[in-house]
């Protein structure tokens, strides 16, 4: 398994601002995620972020907007940048795959409320 | 990755069975079937997978029709633990990784 742990576990921002989560694994893993988690919603997926080179972005989510970092193979940042109320949600990173499985493991995600 | 088709609700009593269909009409050949849950407030977690054959581990038992259409994942005995958001995912093999979700199965397991 995989210890995932994200920084901060909330926070309330006020809109205009900035936000930048950490992501924290235990042990290398190859390929991280980020997630986000509207209320009520399921999870979408914002990005694969890349060691050593530009994160990869899904339809809907551009790098001016939520910049992605990855210094090394255990740690990646989220940024969240002017934010407005619609940014108010959860975001998950995650990491996998790993073992048997090739499964995904979750952190216990960021939860942004944007005033 | 395949499209999925799930109930957007279910309800179980504490101890009984819970099945959780999913449809996957759509599965490629070479693609698996993936389930995780969201337990409220946190991450989602890994249950099982499974390609052609039925698979079993400790958390759940994954039932996948012989056309691949669709499957079942199976609580043999739900708690109210278990009481959690089920996703079905389909997704290519072992080199593909990211994950798609879909709206899921929102379990409600009562006394």
């Known amino acids: 398994s995989a210890v995932i742990s994200q920084k901060p576990s909330r926070d309330i921002c006020q809109r205009g601002t900035s936000l930048t989560i950490q992501c924290q694994v235990d042990s290398q893993v190859t390929m991280m995620f980020w997630y986000r988690q509207q209320p009520g919603q399921s999870l979408t997926l914002i990005a694969t972020a890349n060691q050593g080179s530009e994160a990869t972005y899904e339809s809907g989510f551009v790098i001016d907007k939520f910049p992605i970092s990855r210094p090394n193979l255990t740690f990646s940042t989220l940024t969240v940048s002017n934010m407005s109320p619609e940014d108010s949600s959860i975001y998950l990173c995650?990491?996998?795959?790993?073992?048997?499985?090739?499964?995904?493991?979750f952190g216990p995600g960021t939860r942004l409320t944007v005033l | 990755d395949a499209k999925t088709t799930q109930p957007p609700s279910m309800d179980c009593a504490e101890g009984r069975a819970a099945n959780l269909p999913c449809n996957h009409s759509?599965?490629?050949?070479?693609?698996?079937v993936y389930w995780y849950r969201q337990i409220h407030s946190q991450g989602p977690q890994y249950i099982i997978h499974?390609?052609?054959n039925n698979e079993t581990n400790e958390m759940a038992s994954l039932i996948i029709t012989e056309d691949r259409k669709s499957s079942t994942l199976i609580l043999p005995h739900a708690t109210l633990r278990d009481t959690a958001v089920y996703y079905c995912i389909v997704r290519a093999p072992p080199g593909f990784q990211k994950l798609v979700f879909g709206t899921g199965t929102r379990l409600l397991v009562s006394p």
């Open positions: 759509t599965i490629s050949g070479n693609e698996y």
């Open positions: 499974g390609l052609k």
């Open positions: 995650s990491v996998g795959p790993r073992g048997q499985s090739n499964e995904q493991f």
